[in-house]
């Protein structure tokens, strides 16, 4: 996993809630056996109309806007597990996602794959949401080892939670199982009670 | 202070507790199926490690499959791809599996209970968000990532933090022609997509313990359309019964030991939940959804809200409606249908096509109806043909067709065409779900047999007679 440092970015506006894991990649796209290439179809019905020609109006194909930050209303990543979702927003080329609130699953996805999710308060992403609309152009800095989320133009903040054993697993680029591993006398010992 | 169902099989699977409330959960059962798991094998090959328990895991082959001709090679190649990488990791890595044309094959979330694979008191996960399904037997089931497949192959662990407790209870009568998927789809209608979000839910009530195994599935099948982890229901006699005797339930004096066990899993008296909610049955009328989420639903009598929920942003309201092609304020009672899709792990059980059956038998969809019924595994389509019900559906005019996901996702042939309306008894109404541009409502296998018969949306109360 790629280790994560702080991102200094421009963002992009997702202003809709509840974006279900099949609006992210849809089940159509999932027959690949490798982790590579999702990004092509992010999004892929939001994108492109069933001609395979991109929507104009559809955000990511803007060129006013983008950046490291994918800025989306509440509720972000609910439905299916698939992991597909967090490849494709990573291969795309977001390192952090922005809401009020994310579907449990995938959270947990995203930080598997050295995405950061940042959970603001609605007003703040209110805040953000508004800095873009005034300057497509603002960035914003995301700072992982001090947990605070910054519109730069206002030097607005605001701290965000992510507990201690993701956040080394982040800043390092470790993944789960390398812990998990090391645990393999405890996990014997525990199967034989 | 006493404990609920949640934490006393919880808190027997920690292997240790870790900083900042991560824990390591022992995982008992482990499902795989073809899409969520060839890049997980990838990471064992690449880490050169073996699967640590290679008996705790099972395969099968479901998401992908078609559901007719399944003795021929599968035709479209990336999922004739994906369905032989399976084949390839189970034989290499020693799992398993029960594949095409093998007679325990089936949607996952079907197979596991079927085979007595699925036990109260269990953790099992799947790569899969639906195994939430499992916990209708006391279990403790739940959704993971790829990743996390690959860490559950090699350690047969994940690292968790603990979810909060929620009971939802749903006392009284369920009226004739209400069935369990109304109760789930009431629920997630109330408490919206993102209500069950940090919880691990339990079932609880009258009326949901007057359910029969089946119906609790399908019940606990939809917990994470409200965001939840999972959802479970204490075990009783009920369940018991259901589980004795099947291909992997303990026997002779294993049963006598795990069945006292399995009496102890119930919330004590004096424990706490961080969330409670209490419903009542008889509020309850068949359920339909309106929109492009499992929380927009309403009774098939009610009418579309004239404007969003409070605290849900009337854009993404608009955008739904605008998808699916119904007016704010308006009914959809009467509102013409394309396709009939019952299937799914929601509803596709034998209680489920007997349910359609008993409504269909003697009458003809509609001639502008596409209907379709894809059991759930080739058991149940084995089961059914027994009952003579293949002969019902066909004669009604529906396709009786082989086990697997099917139009529930539309990976494979069956997909409903853009802008077409199918009521379908599967868990997802999400824009493009059964095909791009697909209209998808929400219902009961009853409402939606219903449908396919009238052409439009009824309220199968209207055709209550028929089921008694
Ligand atoms: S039937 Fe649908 S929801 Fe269930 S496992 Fe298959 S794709 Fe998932």
Redesign the interface.
Known sequence: MKAFTTINSTAVPLPIEDVDTDQIIPARFLKATTRDGFGDNLFRDWRFDREDQPKAEFVLNNPTYGGEILVAGKNFGCGSSREHAAWAIGDFGFRVVVSSFFADIFRGNALNNGILPVIVSPDFLDKIFQAIEANPQATFTVSLEEQYFQIDATGSKTAFEIGPYKKKCLLNGYDDIDYLLSQAAEIEAYEKV | MGKTLFDKIWDRHV??S?????Q?L?IDRHLIHE??S??AF??LRR?D?PVFRPKQTIGTAD??VPTIDQHLPIKEE??R??VQ?LTDNCAEFGVELYGLGHKYQGIVHVIGPELGITQPGRTMVC???HTSTHGAFGAIAF??????V??VL??????Q?K?KRMRISVDGELAPGVVSKDIILYIISKLG??GG??YFVEYAGSAIRSLSMEARMTICNMS?EM?A?GGLIAPDQTTFDYVEGREFTPKGAEWDEKLAYWKSLYTDDDATFDAEFNFRAEDIEPMITYGT?P?MGMGVTEKVPAKAKEG??E??FQ?ALGYMDVQAGGALLGQSIDYVFIGSCTNSRMEDLRLAAGLIAGKKVAPHVRAMIVPGSQQVAIQAKEEGLDRVFEAAGFEFRQAGCSAC???NEDKVP?GKYCVSTSN?N????QG??ARTILASPLTAAAAAIAGEIIDVRTQIEVLV
């Open positions: 292997v240790k870790i900083e900042g409330g991560q390591i022992y899409v969520t060839p890049q990838d990471g880490r490690l998401h992908n990336l999922s791809k994906q990488a790569g899969d968000s959704g993971i990532g790829t990743s996390q690959e860490q090699a350690t047969q662990c994940l690292l933090r979810p997509v993102g979000t940090g994470i965001g982890r989420n929380g849900e942003s854009a993404t955008k996702l539309g990976m853009a997802r999400f824009e493009g779900r791009q541009g």
